[in-house]
């Protein structure tokens, strides 16, 4: 739980990248095409981003700046991720063994508190604990921070400074690796008193509360109009995620964004009868499901 110093034991050629162990404290800016590693095993494993090798030492941290265009992940099992990063995105965390991370807002600050409730407050398993409250998780491949919204990163430590802060109340997000989770729930640390932690009695399955490959539901609106842009929304989604040119996002955006226009037209005039309800909560997920595509910051392609 301590900061980084910087390890020799690292093979890359050319990728911008920092690898270290744990000695001194700092704290990281989410950073546009920073991607982060770690290793919470007693043993160094390799892993190969666009085919060149990187070996994480054990217990080490390590991040490497991406540029937006396709990129490549090979796992130890000799598994190949493809995926893309868009500009504007706010980096990440890459994933090659698919353990588990976690990120979890916390509220900082004595002087009032934030308009946070639009966070949810939610249940997870992490190794026979429960956890309720403002905590995320995913084991995916690729960990997007556009999503995760990281401002303390994996290995980082959270300073008394700023736990206690007296300062006016915001929320910041603390990103962990399930070592450093694991590690604060037993030590009872202060940073976790927003959470509501209780041990369980029996073995459950760990929880995973976010995925990564955006999933779209086919488009059933009843207004025929509706359906002919959501259908036309859904054409540029699967152009869009074909497309290994990140500066393209832009351009199915923007095309994205004068069909959900016209369809924020329909919605607008819909009344609260039983139908036209139905029709809006088609719209709502929907609505949510493509924005999220369009909000990422990178995109797995398999």
Do not use: W
Not at 42 to 57: A, E, G, N, R
Not at 131 to 153: E, K, M, P, Q, T
Not at 166 to 181: A, F, G, I, Q
Not at 296 to 301: C, F, H, I, K, Q
């Amino acid at each position: 739980m301590n900061g980084f110093r910087l390890m020799s034991a690292v093979m890359v050629l050319g990728l911008g990248l920092s690898l270290s162990g744990c000695d001194s404290n700092q704290t990281v800016t989410p950073e546009s095409g920073r991607f982060y590693f770690t290793n919470d095993s007693s043993d160094s494993f390799i892993f190969l981003i666009d085919y060149q090798p990187i070996v994480i030492p054990k217990n080490g941290v390590g991040s490497i700046s991406l540029s937006p265009g396709f990129h490549s992940m090979t796992t130890a099992t000799g598994k190949v991720v493809q995926f893309i990063v868009y500009p504007g995105n706010k980096g990440g965390i890459l994933n090659p063994t698919q353990q588990f991370y976690y990120a979890y807002d916390f509220i900082y600050g004595t002087e009032g508190i934030p308009a946070v409730y639009h966070l949810n407050k939610q249940s997870l398993v992490i190794d026979g604990y429960e956890l309720v409250g403002r905590i995320n998780s995913s084991n995916d491949y690729i960990i997007d921070n556009n999503v995760f919204n990281c401002d303390i990163a994996v290995g980082e430590y959270v300073s008394e400074i700023l736990a206690g802060s007296t300062t006016v109340s915001k929320v910041k997000t603390k990103c962990l690796t399930h070592k450093e989770l694991v590690d604060l729930i037993r030590n009872e640390d202060v940073l976790l008193s927003q959470l509501i932690i209780k041990k369980l009695i029996n073995d459950e399955v760990q929880s995973v509360t976010v995925d990564f490959n955006y999933p779209l539901s086919p488009p059933h609106f009843s207004d025929e109009t509706l359906q002919m842009y959501a259908l036309d929304v859904v054409c540029l989604i699967n152009n869009f995620r074909r497309s290994l040119d990140p500066q393209r996002k832009a351009f199915y955006y923007n095309k994205y964004h004068d069909n959900i226009s016209n369809m924020a037209v329909i919605y607008s005039r819909m009344g609260s009868d039983k139908r036209s309800l139905l029709e809006k909560r088609k719209y709502a997920e929907f609505m949510q499901q493509t924005q999220a595509i369009f909000g990422a910051g990178t995109l797995m392609l398999n």
